[in-house]
C-alpha cells in the first residue's frame, strides 16, 4: 500500500461532537462525580497511591521483625500475617493493577489514540467509586473485629477460613473476599471502556500499528484481565459460600484442633486452579502495561525510533496470551498430577522467549541512541536491570524440578519483588516523571527525582537481590522467626537486619517523591506542552494540561508511527505524529 | 558517568557476591543431586544472561550518551539480528528445559523397592506412619480421626494393624533405602521441607501427595513446614534421623503398634 | 480446566482471526500520510454500544465457564457427588426464558420497521415472561429445597443455587437495561435510539438464554 502520497491538504476537519457534553456544570461534576477519563485516571492514580502507602508502612514493620526479631513486642505473630497479606493482595491489586489499567490506561488512552474521552464515561466513572469502595472494604477489614485476613495473598483453603488464622473465623477472610468481588466488578466497567475505546475511538489514520506501545500493553493486558479476573471471582464467590454457609467446593472433610468439621469431599487444589488461572495472568496484567510504557519512556529519551516495533507488538500479543496456559508453574509442589508438571515447566519456559525478545529491543534502543539521562530514562534504566534479574530468576522456578528446592523460600519472595514489585513501580516512577508536566503542566523536580532514583534503584537493588540467597540457604517464606535452625547460619541474621535497613531507607526515599509531587504542583518549572519533545499525540493537545475534551475543535490526525525520532533530514530530532508529511522536512 | 559507574557495579557486585558470600544451600543429604546440577546449570547460564544484559546497557549509556553533535541512528528494525538473538535464546531456554524435564521424569517416577512412610501434617505438628512386619500400611479416613486414633486408621483393615505411629517426635529412616513419602494433612496444607533432602510436595487434606527420596548421610535434619498453615506454621518443626539400617530395625521393634495402641486404650 | 480452556480458544480464535485483518506485518515507519481507503485503518462503523455489550458477553461467557469449569472438576475430583432431583418446572422456565427471547426479537424486528406499538409489545413480552423466569427458577429453589438439598446438602445442590443465582442476577441487570428500554419507548424516543437499545436488549437476552441451555444441560448431566 502507497500512502506516502495523496490529497493530504484535502482533508476535512474531524467531526466535532457535541461539545457542550464537556462543560461540566460545577465544581463537583468536574473534580469528584467526574466523567473525564483525565480526571478518573488522576482519582484512580491518588486512591491507589494512598493505599499503596498503607502497605509500604505494612513493608516496613514487617520487615522490622523480620530483620530484627524479638526486640518490636508490638509485631505478634497474627499481625504479622495480616500484614504480609494485606501488603501482598494491595500491592498487587489495589496498587500496581489499578494503577497501570485504571490511572495510567484513563489518563493516556483517550490522549494517545487521539480520543475526546473514553466511550462510556458514565460506567468509566462508576468504575473509580466502586474501586474507592473496594479500597474502602479493604481498610475496613483493619478495623474489624478479629482484624484483617492473615492468610496470605494466595488466601489458600481451607487455612484462610478456619480459626487457626487470624480473619479466618471473624471478619478479615469475607470483607477481603467481598472487597475483591467488588474490585472485580469495577474493573470491568472500566475494562470494558479502555477496549472498546481503543476499538471505537482512534483518531482518524492511527491504526492499530501506529499505536504506541504503551496503549498496546494497556489494552491487551485489559483484554487478558477482562477473562482473568472472572477466576478470581469464581474462587471468592465459592469461598465465600464455603465459609458462610458451609458449603463443600474447596473444603474437604477435615479434623480442626481435634474437631470434625461438616464439610465434605471438597478440594483445595480446585481453589488453586481457578486463583492461579487469574494470577499469572496477573503477572501480565501488571507487566504488559509496564513493558509498554517504558518502551515509549526509552525511546523518548534515547531519541530514537523503538528498535523492532512489530516484535514488540507481536512479543506484547504472544505474551498476553501463552499467559493464560502457565498457571500451573505456581502449582508444581501442590500435589497436584506431576505430569502436568511437563506442559508447564515447557509453556512457561517458551514464554521467556517473546519476553527476552523484547528485553534486546530496549538494549537495541539505546544502542546507537543518543542517551538523555532525564529521570525517566533512569529509571527505565533501572526497571530493565531488575527485570532481567527478577525474570531470570524466573526461569530457576519455571523449570519444574529446580522449583523443588526453592518453591516457599525466600527464594520465591525475591524472585517475584523484583520482577513484579520493583521492576513495574520502577516503570511507574519514570512514567510519573514523565506525564507529570502534561498532567499539571509543571516539570517534577530535577535534584529530588535523582536522590530518589538513587536511594530506591541501588537500595531495592540491595533488598532483593540478597534475598534470593536466603531463600537458598533453605529459609521459608511466610515465617514470622526463622528462630534456632540448624542450617540457618547467624550470619544470615545479620544479612536479614541489613536487608530491613535498606526498606526503611528505600521506603523513606519515598516521602522525597511524595513531597516533590506536591512541591512542583506550585513550584514546579513551567514545562510547556511538549518538554521531552515527544511525537505522540498527548504531548500536541493545544492546551496543557488538557481540559475536558482533550482536543479543542478539531479532533488530530495521525500522518505516521510514533516513533518518528531522529529521521534523517528532519529539521528537529523528532516528527510528532500529527505531523503531516508535506511540512516534515521543514 | 555515574551510571554506567553503577551499572557494572550491579553487575560486577552481583557476580561476586554470588561467589563470595557465605549463604549457600546447605549440603545435600539424599539421591537429588541432580537437582543441584540443574540449579548450578541455571545459574550459570541466567548469570552469564544477566551480567552481559547490564554490562551492554553500561557500555550504550557510555558511548551513546547525549552530547553536542551526537545524535541518534535511525534503524526501526534489523530482522537477521533479531532472528539470530531469539535463535540464540531458545538455544539457551532448551539447555535449561531438557535437564530440568529429564530429572523431573525420574523425581516423580517412584523406584518399585521403595517402601512407604507416611507423614502427616496437622495445625501444628507432625505424625508419621511407619509400615510394620509387613511392610504395608493400612487403609485410613478422616472420618476415623478421634482421640485415640489420631490417624484415622481403619481398625478393620489387617494391614494397618501393625502400623508404627509416631506421634510429633522424629521419623527415623534407613540409610540407602529409597522411601516413598506419603503425605497428608488432617487440617490445612502443610509441606514437608527439609532442605538437606531437596524434595518437598505439599500436603493436601482430602488427598494423599507423594514424593520418593534414599537418604545417603546419617544424621539429624530439620524439617520445617513449607506451606503456610496458620499462627503456629514457623513453629511447625520436625526431625528426621537418618540411621543405618540394623539400628533402624531394631528401633522399629520397640515401638508399639496400632492394635496395641487400640487394646492399650480399651 | 478444559471448558475454561475450550472458551478462551474460542476468543482466542476470534482476536486471531480480527488481528490477521489489521495489517500486524505493515511496516509502518514506512507508511507515512492518512491510508484513507486501506482495510482495518481506523475504527469500525461498529456503535461502541454494540462492540461494548459483546465484550461484555465475552467477560460473562467466562465467568460462567468458569462455573462450569469448576462444577466439573468439583464433580469428578472426588466421590461424594450426589445427583441432584432436577425439578420438572426446569423446563418450563427454559421454555418461558425461550418466549422472552422471542418477545424481544420481535421487538427488535419491529424498531427495524419502525412500529413503535410492535416495540412496547415485543419488549412487554419480553420482560414479563424474564420476570416469570426468574419466579420459575424461585420455585424450582423451593422444590429442590423440599426434596432436601439445601445450600450445602451436597455439591451438585451447591452448584445448583450458585450458578442459577449467577444467570438470574444477569438477567436481572438486564431486565433493568429492558426496564429503561421501554420507559424510552413509552416517552416516544428517536426510532435510531429505540433501535440500538432494543438490539442491544435482544443479543444479551439471546446470549442468556444460550448460556442457561447449556447450564441447564450441565445441571441434567449432574
Given at each position: ?33 467526574s466523567?473525564d ?7 484512580y492514580s ?8 498503607v502497605?509500604?508502612?505494612?513493608s ?26 494485606m ?42 467509586w ?20 492473615g ?9 484462610a477460613?478456619?480459626s487457626?488464622?487470624?480473619g479466618?473465623?471473624d ?15 469495577g474493573?470491568?466497567m472500566?475494562?470494558l ?11 482518524r ?48 472433610a477435615?479434623?480442626?484442633m ?26 501480565y496484567?501488571v ?13 523518548t529519551?534515547a ?9 514488540m ?5 504472544i ?5 493464560f496456559?502457565?498457571?500451573?508453574h505456581?502449582?508444581?509442589v501442590s ?9 508447564f ?11 527476552a525478545i523484547?528485553?534486546?529491543?530496549w ?16 529509571f ?6 531488575t ?5 531470570l ?5 519455571g ?8 518453591s516457599?523460600?525466600?527464594f ?17 516512577f ?5 506525564w507529570?508536566?502534561?498532567?499539571t503542566?509543571r ?15 541501588l537500595?531495592a ?7 534470593h540467597y536466603?531463600?537458598l540457604l ?19 541474621a ?7 535497613v535498606m526498606?526503611?531507607i528505600?521506603?523513606a526515599a ?25 511525537t ?14 482533550n ?21 528537529q ?9 508535506a511540512?516534515?522536512?521543514e | ?12 557486585g ?7 558470600s557465605?549463604?549457600?544451600w ?11 546440577t ?10 552469564i ?5 547490564v554490562?551492554f ?7 551513546f ?9 535511525h534503524?526501526?528494525e534489523?530482522?537477521?539480528l ?15 528445559l ?6 523431573w ?5 517412584v ?32 472420618r ?7 490417624l484415622?486408621i481403619?481398625p ?7 502400623d508404627?505411629i509416631?506421634?510429633?517426635g ?17 487440617d490445612?496444607?502443610?509441606?514437608f521441607?527439609?532442605p ?8 493436601v ?9 534414599t537418604?545417603t ?6 524439617a ?20 543405618e ?18 487394646a492399650?486404650?480399651? | ?15 486471531a482471526?480480527?488481528l ?8 509502518p ?47 469428578h ?11 420438572p ?8 426464558l ?21 416495540i ?9 415472561s424474564?420476570?416469570?423466569f ?16 439445601g ?11 450458585l ?43 439471546h ?14 448431566h449432574?
Amino acid at each position: 500500500m502507497s500512502t506516502a502520497s495523496g490529497p493530504l491538504d484535502g482533508i476535512p476537519a474531524a467531526e466535532v461532537p457535541d461539545v457542550e457534553l464537556y462543560h461540566p456544570k460545577s465544581w463537583l461534576t468536574k473534580y469528584v462525580f467526574s466523567q473525564d477519563a483525565k480526571i478518573i485516571g488522576i482519582q484512580y492514580s491518588l486512591t491507589a497511591t494512598s493505599i499503596g502507602l498503607v502497605a509500604l508502612v505494612l513493608s516496613w514493620l514487617m520487615r522490622l521483625q523480620l530483620g530484627f526479631p524479638g526486640t518490636f513486642d508490638f509485631i505478634t505473630p497474627a499481625e504479622y500475617y495480616q500484614f504480609i497479606t494485606m501488603h501482598g493482595m494491595i500491592m498487587v491489586v489495589y496498587l500496581l493493577t489499578a494503577l497501570f489499567l485504571g490511572g495510567f490506561g484513563n489518563y493516556l488512552i483517550p490522549l494517545m489514540i487521539g480520543a475526546r474521552d473514553m466511550v462510556f464515561p458514565y460506567a468509566n466513572m462508576l468504575s473509580y467509586w466502586i474501586y474507592l469502595l473496594a479500597v474502602l472494604v479493604l481498610v475496613a477489614s483493619f478495623f474489624a473485629p478479629g482484624g484483617p485476613t492473615g492468610a496470605g495473598w494466595t488466601l489458600y483453603p481451607p487455612q484462610a477460613i478456619l480459626s487457626g488464622t487470624p480473619g479466618g473465623q471473624d471478619w478479615g477472610i469475607i470483607l477481603m473476599l467481598a472487597s475483591l468481588m467488588l474490585f472485580i466488578i469495577g474493573f470491568t466497567m472500566g475494562g470494558l471502556n479502555y477496549v472498546v475505546t481503543v476499538l471505537q475511538a482512534r483518531a482518524r489514520g492511527m491504526t492499530l500499528m501506529r499505536m504506541p506501545l504503551t496503549v498496546w500493553g494497556i489494552f491487551t493486558a485489559t483484554v487478558m484481565a477482562l477473562l482473568a479476573f472472572p477466576a478470581l471471582f469464581v474462587s471468592a464467590v465459592m469461598m465465600l459460600l464455603d465459609r458462610l454457609l458451609g458449603t463443600s467446593f474447596f473444603m474437604p472433610a477435615l479434623v480442626e484442633m481435634g474437631q470434625r468439621l461438616n464439610h465434605e469431599g471438597g478440594s483445595p487444589l480446585l481453589f488453586q486452579h481457578l486463583f492461579w488461572f487469574f494470577g499469572h495472568p496477573e503477572v501480565y496484567i501488571v507487566a504488559l502495561p509496564a513493558f509498554g510504557i517504558v518502551s515509549d519512556l526509552i525511546s523518548t529519551h534515547a531519541r530514537r525510533n523503538i528498535f523492532g516495533y512489530r516484535m514488540m507488538v507481536w512479543a506484547i500479543v504472544i505474551i498476553g496470551a501463552l499467559s493464560f496456559v502457565v498457571w500451573a508453574h505456581h502449582m508444581y509442589v501442590s500435589g497436584m498430577n506431576p505430569y502436568f508438571g511437563f506442559f508447564f515447566a515447557t509453556t512457561t519456559l517458551i514464554i521467556a522467549v517473546p519476553t527476552a525478545i523484547k528485553v534486546y529491543n530496549w538494549l537495541l534502543t539505546l544502542w546507537r541512541g543518543n542517551i538523555h539521562l532525564t529521570v525517566p530514562m533512569l529509571f527505565a534504566l533501572a526497571f530493565i536491570v531488575t527485570f532481567v534479574n527478577g525474570g531470570l530468576t524466573g526461569l530457576f522456578l519455571g523449570n519444574v524440578v529446580v522449583d523443588v528446592p526453592l518453591s516457599d523460600t525466600m527464594f520465591v519472595v525475591a524472585h517475584f519483588h523484583m520482577v513484579m514489585g520493583v521492576a513495574p513501580i520502577f516503570v511507574i516512577f519514570g512514567a510519573i516523571y514523565h506525564w507529570y508536566p502534561k498532567i499539571t503542566g509543571r516539570m517534577l523536580n530535577e535534584a529530588m527525582g535523582r536522590l530518589h532514583f538513587w536511594v530506591s534503584f541501588l537500595g531495592a537493588y540491595l533488598i532483593f537481590f540478597p534475598m534470593h540467597y536466603i531463600g537458598l540457604l533453605g529459609v521459608p517464606r511466610r515465617y514470622y522467626e526463622i528462630g534456632e535452625t540448624a542450617f540457618v547460619p547467624a550470619s544470615a541474621a545479620t544479612l536479614n537486619a541489613f536487608i530491613s535497613v535498606m526498606a526503611l531507607i528505600v521506603g523513606a526515599a519515598q516521602i522525597v517523591f511524595l513531597f516533590n509531587l506536591a512541591w512542583s504542583l506550585r513550584r514546579g518549572r513551567p514545562a510547556g506542552p511538549n518538554p521531552w519533545n515527544a511525537t505522540t499525540l498527548e504531548w500536541q493537545t493545544p492546551e496543557t494540561p488538557p481540559p475536558h475534551g482533550n482536543w479543542g475543535k478539531e479532533l488530530p490526525v495521525v500522518y505516521r508511527w510514533p516513533y518518528d525520532y531522529s529521521v534523517p533530514g528532519a529539521a528537529q530530532d523528532f516528527i510528532p505524529q500529527n505531523h503531516p508529511p508535506a511540512r516534515a522536512a521543514e | 558517568m555515574p551510571v554506567v559507574i553503577a551499572l557494572v557495579l550491579v553487575a560486577v557486585g552481583s557476580v561476586a557476591f554470588h561467589l563470595l558470600s557465605p549463604w549457600w544451600w546447605t549440603p545435600i543429604a539424599s539421591n537429588w543431586g541432580y537437582i543441584d546440577t540443574t540449579l548450578i546449570i541455571t545459574f550459570w547460564i541466567t548469570g552469564i544472561a544477566f551480567t552481559a544484559v547490564v554490562l551492554f546497557m553500561a557500555y550504550c549509556v557510555l558511548r551513546f550518551r547525549a552530547r553536542p553533535g551526537h545524535k541518534a541512528e535511525h534503524e526501526p528494525e534489523n530482522k537477521r539480528l533479531e532472528w539470530w538473538l531469539t535463535i540464540g535464546t531458545a538455544v539457551g531456554v532448551g539447555a535449561l528445559l531438557a535437564p530440568g524435564l529429564i530429572v523431573w521424569h525420574s523425581f516423580i517416577t517412584v523406584p518399585a523397592e521403595a517402601t512407604e512412610v507416611e507423614i502427616v501434617g496437622q495445625q501444628w505438628q507432625w505424625s508419621y506412619r511407619l509400615p510394620g512386619r509387613d511392610g504395608r500400611l493400612g487403609t485410613v479416613s478422616a472420618r476415623l480421626i478421634g482421640p485415640d486414633n489420631p490417624l484415622g486408621i481403619d481398625p478393620a483393615d489387617p494391614a494397618g494393624q501393625d502400623d508404627v505411629i509416631v506421634e510429633g517426635g522424629e521419623l527415623r529412616l534407613p540409610i540407602g533405602r529409597p522411601v516413598k513419602v506419603l503425605l497428608r494433612a488432617i487440617d490445612v496444607l502443610h509441606n514437608f521441607y527439609v532442605p538437606e533432602f531437596r524434595a518437598k510436595m505439599d500436603m493436601v487434606p482430602g488427598q494423599v501427595t507423594f514424593f520418593w527420596f534414599t537418604p545417603t548421610r546419617t544424621g539429624t535434619f530439620e524439617a520445617l513446614c513449607a506451606e503456610l498453615c496458620g499462627l503456629g506454621h514457623p513453629v511447625m518443626r520436625g526431625r528426621v534421623v537418618v540411621v543405618e539400617e540394623a539400628e533402624y530395625h531394631a528401633w522399629l521393634e520397640h515401638q508399639a503398634t496400632f492394635s496395641r495402641r487400640l487394646a492399650a486404650v480399651r | 480446566m478444559s471448558a475454561i480452556l475450550i472458551y478462551l480458544a474460542l476468543i482466542g480464535s476470534v482476536v486471531a482471526w480480527w488481528l490477521s485483518r489489521q495489517r500486524l506485518m505493515a511496516k509502518p515507519w514506512l507508511e507515512v500520510g492518512v491510508p484513507v481507503d486501506a482495510p482495518g485503518m481506523g475504527a469500525s462503523g461498529i456503535p461502541p454500544a454494540r462492540l461494548g455489550l459483546w465484550v461484555f458477553i465475552a467477560v460473562v461467557g467466562a465467568l460462567l465457564t468458569l462455573f462450569i469449569s469448576a462444577y466439573l472438576m468439583r464433580m469428578h475430583m472426588s466421590d461424594d457427588w450426589r445427583s441432584l432431583p432436577t425439578p420438572p418446572v426446569l423446563w418450563f422456565n427454559t421454555a418461558l426464558l425461550a418466549f422472552s427471547s422471542i418477545g424481544l426479537h420481535r421487538a427488535q424486528m419491529a424498531a427495524r420497521i419502525g412500529w413503535r406499538e410492535g416495540i412496547a409489545v415485543g419488549l412487554a413480552a419480553g420482560g414479563l415472561s424474564a420476570l416469570a423466569f426468574l419466579a420459575g427458577q424461585y420455585l424450582a429453589w423451593r422444590q429442590v429445597m423440599e426434596e432436601g438439598f439445601g445450600v450445602a446438602t451436597n455439591p451438585s445442590s451447591s452448584f445448583f443455587y450458585l450458578i442459577t443465582a449467577v444467570h438470574g442476577l444477569h438477567l436481572v441487570g438486564g431486565v433493568v437495561a429492558l426496564g429503561k428500554t421501554a420507559y424510552r419507548t413509552a416517552r416516544g424516543a428517536p426510532l435510531a435510539q429505540l433501535r440500538l437499545a432494543t438490539e442491544l436488549c435482544a443479543t444479551y437476552w439471546h446470549f442468556l438464554l444460550v448460556a442457561w441451555i447449556v447450564l441447564f444441560g450441565l445441571l441434567l448431566h449432574g
